[in-house]
């Protein structure tokens, strides 16, 4: 093997590992954030309603880019204090709800579509919660709960409410203030 074979299998071995490296680093990058979203909205665990965290029309938020014509409220959750349980009144605006994990992204999405007579109720569990949840109903009274397992325990819920006209700003504000995200108590007794 002469001595330019070498020099080019040298570098070729080179240019492959350093993109292995690189490739790993940005796939674990999200992992090893700090200031992520769930970070972010870490104080939110305490709370019992959604906080707004971009406003309709613009104005200071840390998102990149926010709809003007959406209000964006979030909470985090931790299933580790049991099942998590988001109620949303729906209205004429559109309304939805993206499920995030802590560091691997959305994993559930739903829309107002959903909701039965003008109420949405979502309950958050792991696969656990929803066993023990399965065992203790009654066959004879159906939940109306849409049930939503997460694969981690911690997460967020995003609500974005559309106002599609800036008289109709306030309202949707409004709107995604009174998404209450609440550790559920029914669940927790009957486990």
């Known amino acids: 093997m002469s001595n330019l074979t070498r020099i080019l ?3 070729l071995c080179g240019l492959v590992l350093a993109a292995g490296v690189h490739i790993a680093a940005v796939f674990m990058a999200p992992s090893f954030a700090e200031n992520d979203a769930f970070g972010r909205l870490q104080d939110t665990l305490a709370e019992d309603q959604a906080q707004i965290i971009s406003p309709p029309g613009g104005g200071a938020t840390w998102l ?3 709809d003007p014509a959406t209000a964006v409220a979030a909470c985090a959750f931790d299933l580790s204090d049991g099942p998590v349980r988001v109620t949303a009144k729906t209205g004429q605006d559109f309304l939805s709800f993206s499920f995030h994990t802590k560091t691997r992204g959305v994993f559930f ?4 579509r ?3 007579r003008g109420e949405l109720e979502l309950v958050v569990m792991t696969p656990r919660q929803l066993d023990e949840a ?6 004879n009274e159906p939940t109306r709960d849409v049930r939503i397992v997460a694969p981690q325990e911690q997460g967020y819920i995003v609500v974005r409410v559309a106002a599609p006209y800036p008289s109709e700003r306030m309202q949707a504000e409004e709107a995604a203030k009174a998404v209450s995200c609440t550790v559920d108590e029914d669940e927790d007794e009957a486990s």
């Not at 999405?109 to 107002?112: E, F, I, N, S």
């Not at 399965?134 to 066959?139: F, K, S």
């Open 9 to 11: 299998l040298a570098t």
């Open 64 to 66: 990149p880019l926010p």
């Open 109 to 112: 999405a739903v829309t107002d």
């Open 114 to 116: 959903a909701a039965i």
């Open 134 to 139: 399965r065992a203790a109903e009654d066959p």
